[in-house]
């Protein structure tokens, strides 16, 4: 069974090494950083370079629709408030991580299918909703807002999924096959 590796790098740690990440960068990567208004947003997209540039080897390009893809390995990125990460497969792969947070009930009947409903006293939303944007991120195709309810993962076939909370977040993995995970906090070492 193919094995799936989740690095985590959290924020404080992106900031305290400000700096070095960011005159270490490739000038196309500053102006990329350099867009982002607030610092959060930069912090964030300077530790998904950060983590591509670690574990990702060769070129990096995107296909029509941005996702980020190599010849050698699968991978996908993902942020949420506090933490970056990074899935890497040796096929095709989704992942997401979501802050847990208070959510309106219309964003709930906006996003779930019925069957997902039924199921919220068993999961929570960010269950679900980690497990789509993984799903739509694993087609490669981006988040199709306007079929998000009517994808019910509970129900996918050919679909295998992975969830797990860690701290105050919701993680998901989506692969074609059935897998494992394992994951790993990283610090940026200078």
């Known amino acids: 069974m193919e094995n ?25 990567d500053k102006k990329e950083v350099d867009k982002y208004k607030i610092n959060k947003d930069k912090l964030l997209h300077l530790g998904s370079i950060y983590l591509k540039r670690k574990y990702i080897k060769g070129d990096i390009y995107n296909n029509e629709y941005g996702k980020p893809l190599n010849d050698n390995i699968s991978f996908n990125i993902s942020h949420s408030n506090e933490y970056v990460i990074i899935g890497i497969s040796k096929t095709n ?76 977040y919701y993680l998901s993995i989506a692969k074609e096959n059935e897998f494992t995970f394992n994951i790993d906090y990283v610090s940026i070492i200078e």
């Not at 799936?4 to 196309?28: A, E, F, G, Q």
């Not at 219309?106 to 993984?134: G, H, M």
């Open 4 to 28: 799936v590796d989740i690095y985590i790098l959290k924020i404080n740690d992106i900031n305290d090494n400000y700096d070095y990440l960011y005159n270490n960068l490739s000038i196309d």
């Open 93 to 168: 792969i989704g992942i997401d991580i979501e802050y847990i947070k208070d959510i309106k009930d219309n964003l709930i009947n906006y996003c779930l299918s019925d069957n997902e409903k039924n199921n919220l006293n068993k999961y929570n939303f960010y269950y679900f909703w980690t497990r789509k944007e993984a799903y739509f991120k694993l087609l490669g195709k981006g988040i199709l807002y306007k079929e998000i309810k009517n994808i019910d993962t509970l129900k996918l076939n050919n679909i295998y999924f992975e969830s797990t909370k860690i701290d105050n």
